[in-house]
């Protein structure tokens, strides 16, 4: 995560503001709620998920230096992925992504709810500036914020 924070301070580091937050000047993603200094992801208790309907479809690769399109456009246009869309491709830092946004109906708005719903009632709270943000409630470790690499051969049984 303090590599995210990194990125996020580097105001000349644009590469993906075409994709990822094409109509928010970067120096706002903290402001704005996109991004915190201190996250629940690395106290363990927060995970960003979609919908995926089974089984998956295989996607393909990102190739660098390809053209870059913006997360709120049509899902036909956006970088292909197998979840159910819900509007805005993932990590999107625009206010159509906030879960309940009013243009967000149908199918779309029936996708973000179905996700909500579903994780509200495992003990998860989702936060509104994005569909696909949830954090554990309540948090098991508060106030501690882990920092350490995380590998397939570090997993239990995983040897």
């Known amino acids: 995560m303090n590599h995210f924070v990194q990125w ?7 590469r ?3 994709e990822f937050y094409p109509r928010v000047d970067k120096s706002r993603l903290f402001e704005d709620g996109y991004i915190a200094e201190k996250s629940g992801h690395s106290r363990g208790s927060t995970v960003d998920l979609t919908l995926v309907k089974l089984p998956a479809r295989p996607t393909r690769p990102y190739v660098p230096g390809e053209p870059l399109v913006p997360c709120y456009a049509p899902r036909a246009e956006r970088f292909p992925d197998n979840a ?3 509007s805005t491709g ?7 992504s906030h879960t309940l946004h009013p243009r967000v109906v149908g199918e779309q708005r029936a996708h973000r709810l179905l996700l909500k719903d579903t994780l509200e009632k495992g003990g998860f709270r989702n936060l509104p500036e994005e569909w696909c943000h949830f ?4 948090e098991p470790f508060p106030d501690t914020y882990f920092d350490f690499p995380v590998s397939r051969a570090s997993l239990p049984g995983r040897r």
């Open 90 to 96: 993932f990590d999107c830092f625009d206010t159509l």
């Open 84 to 86: 159910v869309d819900t």
């Open 135 to 138: 954090t554990y409630q309540p």
């Open 16 to 18: 993906m503001k075409a």
């Open 8 to 14: 996020a301070k580097d105001l000349d580091d644009q």
